[in-house]
């Protein structure tokens, strides 16, 4: 099992403190890594570093906040982890928002922000670590995209489009930087029951149309995320490079 092992591995985690990313924080947290918890909501992250800390102590778990859209503040707080925690060697660009509206009544001003938020960020996160990691020749970065990488639904244009660009982003990456030792992939969630989509899963038409069209008949979880971001994550998927991984019950499978 040791190539599961990531004992000692700093990682960095964007979008942790609630939801997907605080669950994969965890896991990572868990499997031995030392975690930095990254979001904009200072008492949110403050929380969830001190009760992740409580559980595996403050040395296994750090947090920083920093506006990942924002280039000079990403450069910042990469180059803080770096001097403060340890070399990186694990990222999970996980940030994401939703905007629900049609593409008509769409104002441009909300496009860009999921995509600066769901795609830009990526970039911006991935190339500054990456400049870390390719000195040292090792480093492993996931990337959180979704079903939406394959699939769309109206009113939620942004996301599938800003979902989409992070699928071939991973591509690009891993085009540019496997040679140095870098493996670059994604996990594809699909309908995961946190608290962004509770309204979704109280939506008794929506939420049978979610288990109707998903084989295994249930909406995922974050816990299910774990696994394949461990994998992904230690030695184990040292040769799996630029892949999407879909957790998503088999819902992009059947019609």
């Keep these: 099992m040791s190539a599961f092992d990531l004992s000692g591995r700093v990682a960095l985690i964007t979008g942790s403190s609630r939801g997907i990313g605080r669950s994969i924080a965890e896991g990572l947290v868990q499997a031995g890594a030392v975690v930095v918890l990254n979001g904009v909501n200072v008492d949110r992250l403050s929380?969830?570093?001190?009760?992740?800390?409580?559980g595996f102590g403050a040395d296994r778990v750090f947090f920083r906040a920093f506006d990942v859209t924002d280039a000079e503040a990403v450069a910042a707080g990469i180059d803080w982890i770096e001097s403060t925690v340890g070399p990186l060697r694990i990222l999970v660009n996980n940030a994401g928002?939703?905007?629900?509206?049609?593409?008509?009544?769409l104002d441009v001003a909300d496009w860009q922000r999921v995509m600066d938020t769901n795609l830009t960020?990526?970039?911006?996160?991935?190339?500054?670590?990456?400049?870390?990691?390719?000195a040292r020749g090792r480093g492993k970065i996931i990337n959180v995209a979704s079903v939406q990488a394959d699939l769309a639904r109206p009113t939620i244009a942004p996301y599938t489009v800003s979902k989409g660009g992070l699928r071939n982003l991973t591509r690009a990456m891993t085009a540019e930087w496997a040679r140095h030792g870098l493996q670059v992939n994604a996990i594809a969630p699909g309908y995961i029951h946190t608290e962004m989509t509770q309204k979704l899963v109280d939506d008794e038409a929506f939420n049978d149309w979610i288990l109707g069209r998903t084989p295994a008949n249930r909406w995922g979880t974050p816990a299910d995320l774990i696994g394949p971001a461990l994998w992904l994550a230690g030695d184990a998927s040292d040769f799996v490079n630029?892949?999407?991984?879909?957790?998503?019950?088999g819902m992009t499978v059947v019609v």
């Design 47 to 54: 929380a969830a570093h001190a009760d992740l800390a409580a």
């Design 97 to 105: 928002v939703q905007h629900r509206v049609p593409l008509l009544d």
């Design 121 to 134: 960020s990526a970039f911006l996160v991935g190339r500054e670590v990456a400049r870390h990691m390719i």
């Design 242 to 249: 630029g892949q999407v991984i879909f957790i998503d019950g």
